[in-house]
Every structure is written in structure tokens, then in C-alpha cells.
């Protein structure tokens, strides 16, 4: 429903669900409706809520020793403070789920971990070590098949890619972002809205129309698959860093800063 638009429907289960596993007696089924309804208030911006549940269902899920959920809340959680403008916070808690990853064998959450690196260099000026995060993170969600966070990564690197003054790339990837939403059914929510609209606009701002409509039009017959690719030769090679360099670990090549 959260996807699709339904907003007070996504709200509604999900109160109903608190209510039934909390007479379910099933701590784990409580730790991941909170942890649900933690994300679903974030992305509406309500970040106090966002925050007293995930730290709630924080609390069970260490209990529980649920290592994939705790390196998820630990992402989420660090999420919510770079999206505050809290990247000491931030850091601390990708720095913690660093060492949880490192004993544990969890692709999908190596990846979404190396996406908010990513996200937290970017919003820090730092585009090198954001290029090499989300270069990492983008070729493991592919590799586990996670078109849900592989759309997050492209969107991350339209934002990269209008830091280095790469407006046209920018622009065909916001057009298949786009293309990839309606072919799945569903919708960004409002505030992430709002950043792709601004994106948008912005990559309009500085390039002459009519090759903005041709990176337009190139970008809404890309698939996902393709725009993938897109990004890693369009952008990210084009900024010529290396993602592994040799005789490096996958979790020593790019640490937290």
C-alpha cells in the first residue's frame, strides 16, 4: 500500500498489526511490525515517531540476536540522521553495523550498508568516496537482485552526478527512474517527490533543451537493467575511480568516513 501511494492504508495495517502481535505473544513478529512502521513514518518525515520505533524494535531484536534486523535498523536508523543533517550520529551507527557485517555472512545488508556510506559522503561533499560506496553498493544489489534499493542507488548517483556537473547523464537516469515506477505499479512517496522533481529541475537549469529532451528520451527506454549499466559507464567510470583496488577485502575497501 506504502508503495503505491496509499499512505493512511499502509498506516492503518500496520497500527492493526502492532495491536495482533502484541497479543500474539511473538517478540519477533513485534520487533518487525515496529521496525515496519519505523520506516513507513520516516519516509513521511515524522522522525520522532520513525525514531521511537525503530529504537523500540531495536531493543527486541537484540534480544532476539536477529543480526540481519539489527544491521537493518542500524542503516535505517543512520538514515534518519543524515537526512536531519546529523552525520556524526550517522557515522557512529554505520560505523557499529561495520563491525556487525564483518562477522556475518548478509550480502543484501553489506549492500544497503555500503548505500548509506554512499548517502552520507554525498551529503558530506565528499563525491570520491560517494562515487566508490554506491559504485559498491549498486553492483551487490544487482548481484542479489534488489530492484527496490538498485532504484535508491541510481537515484543517489543522479544526485552524484549533478554534484560533478553531469546534468544529461542525470537526466537520462531520472527518466528511467521513472520509466521503472510505472512499469511496477508504483509511486515515490511525497518528500522523495519532491527531491526528484528538484533534481529534474535542476539538471534542466544548466543544459540546453534540446539535449535534454534527447537524455530524456534516451532514459525512458532504458530498463532498469540498463540503466544500471548506464550509470556505472556514464557516470561512475567516468570519474575513474576504482571500487576494488588490489589485494583488498570487500569491507576494507571502502570504510566509513
Known sequence: ?????????????????????????????LAMTLMHTGILEGRLGNFP??????DQSMRLHRHLGDAWAIAKILAD???????RGQFEQAKLLLEECEVL????NLPDRLAHFRQ??????????????????????????????????????????????LAVQL???AL???AAHGTHLDGVGLVDYPRLKHRVDSMIGAARSCTEPAAAD??????????????????LNEVLNRLRIDVVSPGQTEMEQVPVR
Open 1 to 29: 500500500a506504502f508503495d503505491r501511494g496509499d499512505y493512511d492504508e499502509a498506516r492503518s495495517y500496520f497500527d492493526r498489526d502492532l495491536t495482533q502481535a502484541g497479543a500474539s505473544g511473538s517478540q519477533w513478529r
Open 49 to 54: 515517531v520513525a525514531e521511537q520505533r525503530l
Open 77 to 83: 536508523r543512520a538514515t534518519l540522521h543524515v537526512e
Open 101 to 104: 557485517l564483518r562477522g556475518v
Open 116 to 161: 548509506l556510506c554512499g548517502l552520507l559522503a554525498l551529503r558530506r561533499g565528499d563525491c570520491e568516496m560517494a562515487a566508490r560506496q554506491l559504485e559498491a553498493a549498486l553492483r551487490a544489489h544487482r548481484t542479489v537482485g534488489h530492484q527496490k534499493y538498485m532504484d535508491e542507488d541510481l537515484l543517489l548517483i543522479v544526485e552524484l552526478a
Open 167 to 169: 546534468p544529461l547523464p
Open 172 to 174: 537520462c537516469l531520472l
Open 214 to 231: 534527447a537524455a530524456w528520451l534516451h532514459g525512458l527506454a532504458l530498463s532498469q537493467d540498463a540503466a544500471v549499466d548506464y550509470a
